[in-house]
């Protein structure tokens, strides 16, 4: 059942529903991530959200081409960058805010309980009293029922933990992103078995996102193609994930659903990233300080995930 409050904070979403921003979609296939620039159809203005940094494990190397192609068509299409955004601290992908926001300007954003994840991960890495563990790496923590402006489109938060404790959905005119709480009808939903994460929250948080307009269009973080499916997709909607999600359509019950993705996470490896990313993400993309050499040096903390 949602509150009074979700109810009212819903009812506030339908009334700018009207709205419809360009999206455009850029798919970086090593980490499966697609990022989004969200066009104010009236301006300039627009957003990006969740951007990556390239990163080659093996070598210990980061690149910036998959930022470079946002920038290019920002750059090409006269935009002016109002936010950039993060779903959630990724697991999977590192985050090029850094160099967007040098790049292009633009206030960052991600979800108020960060500083939940910053304690998780900050003591999991060692990461010292030069951590700040209070969010202060981004401009803006957004809380459920937040808003924001990408030009005249409104913006409005939906806090969707489960995955993670600050996972949100940036809900603009009638597109939601909705970060890693759903993948295509026909791949399911988020693992739950992360620090700080849990299914039985996530399933409540779906409830928010599918409460929305039926037809809100969805954009989602990640594709892994689902088996028979050859293309990555990366837009759905509400009415599709209610009628078709494997995981959580209409008539499956939270227990039904906490049973069903408790067993599966049980069974999935760590991100092949996991281990660089929360390190570079919970500082809002930047990496961990030079140590005396004048070396940047990520930890890998041995029987810790």
């Given amino acids: 059942m949602l509150s009074l409050q979700d109810e009212h904070e819903i009812s ?30 009236d301006s300039n203005a627009c957003a990006i959200i969740d951007s990556v940094l390239d990163f080659d494990y093996a070598a210990g190397r980061t690149d910036v081409l998959s930022a470079d192609n946002i920038i290019a068509y920002i750059r090409e ?13 990724h697991a999977d992908h590192l985050s090029a805010a850094p160099y967007l926001h040098e790049q292009l300007g633009g206030k960052t954003g991600i979800g108020a309980n960060i500083v939940a994840v910053q304690e998780i991960f900050g003591k999991a890495f060692n990461a010292g009293t030069e951590f700040a563990r209070d969010g202060s790496q981004f401009d ?14 409104q913006g ?9 404790p600050a996972c949100l ?3 603009v005119g009638d597109a939601a992103f909705v970060g890693d709480t759903l993948f295509m009808p026909d791949y399911g939903t988020a693992r739950c078995d992360f620090p700080g994460g849990d299914a ?11 409460a929305l307009p039926e037809q809100t269009r969805l954009f989602l973080c990640h594709d892994y193609k689902a088996p028979g499916r050859e293309t990555f997709q990366h837009e759905t909607s509400v009415a599709e994930q209610l009628n078709g999600n494997v995981h959580v359509h209409k008539g499956i019950s939270e227990d039904e659903f906490v049973k069903m993705r408790t067993e599966r996470d049980a069974t999935l490896g760590m991100p092949r990233l996991i281990i660089p990313s929360v390190q570079v ?17 990520l930890k890998v903390p041995l029987n810790f995930f």
């Fill in 12 to 41: 506030t979403l339908w009334e700018a529903v009207m709205q419809r921003p360009t999206v455009t979609h850029f798919f970086d296939e090593p980490t499966n991530t697609f990022s989004y620039v969200v066009q104010d159809p």
């Fill in 77 to 89: 299409h006269h935009l002016e960058v109002a936010w950039i955004l993060e779903t959630h601290v």
């Fill in 140 to 153: 803006a923590l957004f809380k459920e029922g937040d808003t924001f402006s990408i030009g005249q489109l």
């Fill in 156 to 164: 409005c938060v939906l806090h969707t933990p489960g995955h993670t």
């Fill in 169 to 171: 959905t940036y809900v």
């Fill in 200 to 210: 039985r929250t996530l399933y409540r948080s779906i409830q928010k996102v599918l």
């Fill in 281 to 297: 993400n919970m500082r809002a993309g930047a990496m961990p300080p030079a140590e005396d050499n004048g070396q940047v040096y």
